[in-house]
């Protein structure tokens, strides 16, 4: 606990490091499935041949993609933007699946009255199929974010300071509150990104609340 005490500014300084690491590659990924899932989901053909690939790079070991990000795009290895781009190959990775799953999600009549008054195709996907996708959508980019902030603490490996130097740190001089602290702030973090996405879902999907049951309402009714 003295350690924490003595080492707050320190704790945070790493906090917002990792935070901002975490970010990028969470925004960057949901741009970059976008339109991935959108293909997938568009032509069907396509679609398990391109989930699969997409999927199969979460199976590459962080340190195995720092190594091919370096040797295949020459980013430098020991760097930010390596660790950031990483990141958001894993982030397109989880988060394509939820793009194709949550355009299949809207309901054929509602798209198909859509064209019956004229939409286009890029009307039609903001202002009809990319809207009802939401909460389908939602779901997916909390657990791309979760994993992601998790990830983001293997940055230490190639010398990107974050959270993760708290664990490296802790262990080699085997201060048990400085890796707890790691352990704590990383989880913090996750939750309070869940929190505040799932406060952007109520706000911008009104008509993803849930309506009371009967039950709900027959209870309700009777305690007011």
């Not at 901002?20 to 970059?32: N, Y």
């Not at 879902?201 to 309506?211: A, D, H, T, V, Y």
Request: net charge positive.
């Amino acid at each position: 606990m003295n350690w924490v005490l003595d080492n707050l500014d320190l704790i945070w300084a790493l906090s917002l490091d990792h935070l901002r690491q975490s970010l990028i590659a969470i925004v960057l990924g949901f741009i970059v499935a976008l339109p991935i899932g959108w293909v997938a989901f568009r032509y069907t053909s396509f679609r398990g041949p391109t989930l699969t690939t997409v999927g199969l790079l979460y199976t590459i070991p962080s340190l195995g993609m720092f190594a091919v990000l370096a040797a295949a795009f020459g980013i430098p290895l020991l760097s930010e933007t390596n660790l950031i781009v990483a990141l958001t190959i894993y982030a397109v990775a989880i988060m394509t699946r939820s793009v194709t799953d949550g355009l299949a999600s809207v309901d054929l009549v509602i798209r198909e009255a859509a064209v019956a008054v004229g939409f286009g195709s890029w009307r039609r996907f903001w202002t009809v199929d990319f809207p009802l996708a939401g909460p389908v959508l939602l779901a997916g980019l909390r657990v791309t974010a979760s994993s992601t902030i998790s990830l983001a603490t293997v940055g230490i490996l190639i010398g990107v300071e974050n959270l993760g130097y708290l664990f490296t740190n802790g262990s080699q001089r085997r201060i048990i509150a400085e890796v707890l602290a790691g352990v704590v702030a990383v989880v913090v973090i996750a939750v309070v990104i869940d929190l505040l996405l799932v406060l952007a879902g109520r706000i911008l999907l009104p008509w993803n609340r849930r309506r009371p049951t009967r039950a709900q309402r027959a209870l309700r009714a009777v305690t007011v």
